[in-house]
Antibody, heavy 116, light 107 residues
Framework: EVQLVESGGGLVQPGGSLRLSCAAS????????MTWVRQTPGKGLGWVAN????????YYVDSVKGRFTISRDNAKNSLWLQMNSLRAEDTAVYYC?????????WGQGTLVTVSS | DIQMTQSPSSLSASVGDRVTITCQAS??????LNWYQQKPGKAPKLLIY???NLQIGVPSRFSGSGSGTDFAFTISSLQPEDIATYYC?????????FGQGTKVEIK
């Protein structure tokens, strides 16, 4: 059974940091680009970042460039999103997703709330 | 960024009805479009990829069509389990972007 399990969300003050983790199982993680997608009630779904199978290519939405870093370790079947200088507008449910162009597998999401 | 405009934002239909949702891209994205279904409290699920290809395991009452800037998603015979919000997503140009969603309810 395919599973993607996110963790690391929570309440953080503006300007703070969080590191999201994603543990994958049930499929060959090393064969997939991996992606973070976020969802807010107001702005809907938004693509955040993705990373190639070997970790050598990474892409980010402009609003998080320089603040967020995506990384992976295929040996550990793990994906991370380091989020620094957090802003209120980063408040969302963050999903770990397998796929580059189409998002085949999704985690259950982890809620990040940026508020003082 | 490419803007994806979905319509309608919500609809109410009877069981067995044919339901169509449209998605318009702000520029040509060829066939680089996917459709997802999201049920309350759950993550989205891929239904259609590359505009018209049915994902494995997805019922055949779901279909997609279109290319360029205009796309459509159809449920040929609405079932109670289809109650959800549906999203289009383009991957023609980075950043990938989503439509705002269409909430489908049973009349």
């Amino acid at each position: 059974e395919v599973q993607l399990v996110e963790s690391g969300g929570g309440l953080v003050q503006p300007g703070g940091s969080l590191r999201l983790s994603c543990a994958a199982s049930g499929f060959t993680v090393s064969s997939y680009w991996m992606t973070w997608v976020r969802q807010t009630p107001g702005k809907g779904l938004g693509w955040v970042a993705n990373i190639k199978q070997d970790g050598r290519e990474k892409y980010y939405v402009d609003s998080v460039k320089g603040r967020f870093t995506i990384s992976r370790d295929n040996a550990k079947n793990s994906l991370w999103l380091q989020m620094n200088s957090l802003r209120a507008e980063d408040t969302a449910v963050y999903y770990c997703v397998a796929g580059r162009y189409s998002f085949d597998y999704w985690g259950q999401g982890t809620l990040v709330t940026v508020s003082s | 960024d490419i803007q994806m405009t979905q319509s309608p934002s919500s609809l109410s239909a009877s069981v067995g009805d044919r339901v169509t949702i449209t998605c318009q891209a702000s520029q040509d994205i060829r066939n680089c479009l996917n459709w997802y279904q999201q049920k309350p409290g759950k993550a989205p699920k891929l239904l259609i990829y590359d505009a018209s290809n049915l994902q494995i395991g997805v019922p055949s009452r779901f279909s997609g069509s279109g290319s360029g800037t205009d796309f459509a998603f159809t449920i040929s015979s609405l079932q109670p389990e289809d109650i959800a919000t549906y999203y289009c997503q383009q991957f023609g140009n980075l950043p990938w972007t989503f439509g705002q969603g269409t909430k489908v309810e049973i009349k």
